[in-house]
């Protein structure tokens, strides 16, 4: 089985910053096919495509990258291993109906993604061969950078449809279709990143004319709960981008802007890497 994630190191001069990217790729091992009825469309449509290439030259800015290569149809890596119901998984708690948990139960637009229940061992299965390693991964470079640096910045890269999907479906009724902002910084009410980190990325977006709006409708994942600790030197940063500016959402190709979000991308891992320095605590003796 190909690995699950990829590591990119600094190509740079190092900084605090990680790029984390869970949800753009598409594989499925083959030992995962078997209860997946989601259609092919739906691996696409529902992975954040091309976001790895947008991030492409952080390792040139001083940052490390993790990118998952697997598909959130076998398993989503930004959910906690207990977000799973009894839809889902055999035997697991039926108190919490959880439609895109840690194994979705539905696409994005209400399809049926599993023709069955796992069982728990198909569950462990997937959680020993990808989610736990790749957790592995992100803690032990979260700790390289704290150690280096005194601090670590993790960027959680996502993109979203630029306009709510239940949303459109309402708007065939007669009810407008609801416009996401373009950039969405995630951070648990300000509560996973300094303020200065959270600052910076609003900054970057309005400086190109981009709206954004906090925490609506994603107010950070697993990643941003779990790890988002400045108070231990831990700052998280959930980064939403509309796909519209980057993607023709129809046809799924890049679109005509893709280099210039890039760039965008690229002076953004910059200019946090540049503030999450700061936040680094003065060394003894200094």
Not at 6 to 27: C, K, S, W
Not at 172 to 177: C, D, I, L, N, V
Not at 201 to 213: F, P, Y
């Amino acid at each position: 089985m190909r690995a699950p994630f990829d590591v990119f190191r600094p190509t740079g001069a190092e900084t605090p910053v990680i790029v984390e990217i869970p949800h753009a790729g598409l594989d499925v091992p083959a030992p995962f096919l078997d209860p997946i009825a989601a259609p092919a469309r739906a691996l696409a449509r529902d992975a954040d495509l091309y976001v790895d290439g947008l991030y492409e030259d952080a390792p040139a800015e001083g940052a490390t990258v993790l990118a998952c290569r697997t598909s959130r149809y076998a398993i989503d890596v930004n959910r906690a291993e207990t977000d799973v119901d009894n839809e889902v998984v055999e035997g697991a708690r039926g108190d919490v109906v959880l439609q895109h948990g840690l194994v979705w139960r539905t696409t994005s637009d209400g399809e049926t993604a599993l023709s069955r229940k796992l069982t728990r061992p198909e569950l462990e299965e997937r959680l020993d061969l990808i989610w736990r390693p790749y957790h592995g991964m992100l803690a032990a470079l979260v700790e390289e950078k704290r150690a280096r640096f005194g601090v670590a910045m993790v960027l959680a890269a996502h993109s979203m449809p630029s306009v709510e999907r239940n949303a459109r479906e309402r708007g065939r009724a007669g009810t407008p279709a609801r416009a996401r902002a373009d950039v969405v910084p995630g951070t648990r009410g300000r509560r996973s990143a300094s303020g200065s980190l959270i600052d910076a990325v609003e900054e970057h977006a309005t400086a190109r004319g981009w709206t954004v709006r906090h925490d609506d409708p994603y107010a950070g994942g697993f990643t941003t709960q779990h790890y988002g600790r400045p108070a231990t030197g831990v700052h998280v940063v959930q980064v939403e981008l509309s796909r519209r500016l980057y993607l023709d959402e129809e046809s799924l190709r890049p679109g005509a802007d893709f280099q210039g979000v890039r760039d965008w991308c690229r002076e953004l891992i910059a200019k946090l890497g540049r503030r999450a320095a700061l936040e680094a605590p003065p060394r003894a003796g200094a």
